[in-house]
């Protein structure tokens, strides 16, 4: 196996160890988003802003079974439920907006990559329109008849053209379900998430609200904030009401499957009887997460106490970590608010059977960037990566042991446990250089060679403040793995497998691997020429993890872009031979994160 230095991860080749107060700090600290200058004429492109409101650039919504109602009030919103002043005030803003903000702002500009919508929205990563259900969808081969519930997955689906900057993840939220039963695919739906966001813009016919990370660049990025906030003290949008896009993640939890993005608190889907989606609304636990404008779109349901385990991150006000937990019965914990020196990316964590082990990596958030011309999300290269390991039921952030990683970003942590042999704890992620690269893209190329993303085993002493890296696959065998998951009933337990998607290309990826983390020996599953996914999702048989850790199926979205299909592929996880494959109606754009619902969880739904 190859291991990892703190200061190359991808290319060394001995085993790095890292004890706390070692080494220089570094001192630089660099703009995550740089504004290249403009490029060849046919590559560059500027910004426009289409004030009038614009068609849709997803097809018109299709018809929902039962609409959510609207949410008390934001009928006022659009046209027609604005009083005289507030039609001026709106058009004196729109105004600002396309004589200020887009002509003297950003006109000039040319966007890089992670902000233009002609390469963020592209090809497969297109929006779509809502697909009410499809039924009786042809399957070669035969389903196992054990998966028996939906799939659902989650993606950016942006429903109105951007007005300026767009990067991937701040699309409007889709969930994509694919209804199984008895060995048949029943049906196919997808709709968007109703997010208040979304509901308003609809209402507007534009988009209106900031996109976190493709619009929000220096001065402009600030005009456009305080053109937001102004439309709010007008009245034209209420940003109370949440601002996120719920389009990552996707838990089931106490007889609700949530939809999350970290901006912003869940919102509540519920899967019809008839295999369709309706938006519940924004959930916020009962009034439980009051104090939280948000949640993380990884929280993590440990298989054996039930419980939901999650952290909110605030980017402008301490404290800017809040750690708590749901019991099955979805009573809430007391916060745990950890002190953090600055508020920082925190998109995923782990949990091990005692403990929850939560990432402090070098992506920040500062600001005050935006008046220097920069990108509020920032690469500090002066921070030094730390992992903070605390009780699952501590009551006090005191119980937190931080152990430093250098040089370490982990995006996503596939699992993680207690290693009783050396009482270390041990954490499994892919570690992605430059740490920045999926906000900060600003190259020529269509094909990213600069991302690396290193599965790799980090192991924290929690005694001596010591860290260790290592690389699972041998170097000869190097490969981009991100998005995938491990059994789920035996997350925080010692895995010996994760099934994560091979990321190359990126961010669409060409297939999937499992690999075994003891040996580093991995077995992949190619989609072959032209065809391309996402993440893997296992659904673990009945009986498992007992039967064999690796004894269930795993669902793929694919979409065939020679031919034009998309499709749902069942493969067997213990042999990686593809077991049925399901024509989908429609096209499937490349998303996010995904889950399974069993029967007996849809049968339970509130
Ligand atoms: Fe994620």
Redesign the pocket.
Known sequence: MQALTASSPASSSSTSVHRRGGGAPRTRTRSAVRFAPPRAAAAAVRYAAPLKPAAPIAPAPAPSPAPAPAAAGEQGFGEKGLSFLQRAAAAALDAFESGVIANLLERPRSLPRSADPAVQIAGNFAPVGEQPPVRSLPVSSRIPPFISGVYVRNGANPCFEPAAGHHLFDGDGMVHAVRIRNGAAESYACRFTETARLRQERALGRAVFPKAIGELHGHSGIARLALFYARGLCGLVDPSRGTGVAN??LVYFNGRLLAMSEDDLPYQVRVTADGDLRTVGRYDFDGQLARCASMI??PKLDPDSGELFALSYDVIKRPYLRYFYFRPDGTKSDDVEIPLAQPTMI??FAITERFVVVPDHQVVFKLDEMFRGGSPVVLDESKTSRFGVLPKYARDASEMVWVDVPDCFC??LWNAWEDEATGEVVVVGSCMTPADSIFNDDSDSDDDRRLQSVLTEIRLDTRTGASTRRAVLPASAQVNLE?GMVNRGMLGRRTRYAYLAVAEPWPKVSGFAKVDLATGDLVRFDYGEGRFGGEPCLVPNEGAPARGEDDGYILSLVRDEHAGTSELLVVNAADMQLEATVQLPSRVPYG??GTFIGERELEAQA
């Open positions: 990552a993640g779109a990884h998109h995923d995006f996503h998005v996010f994160h």
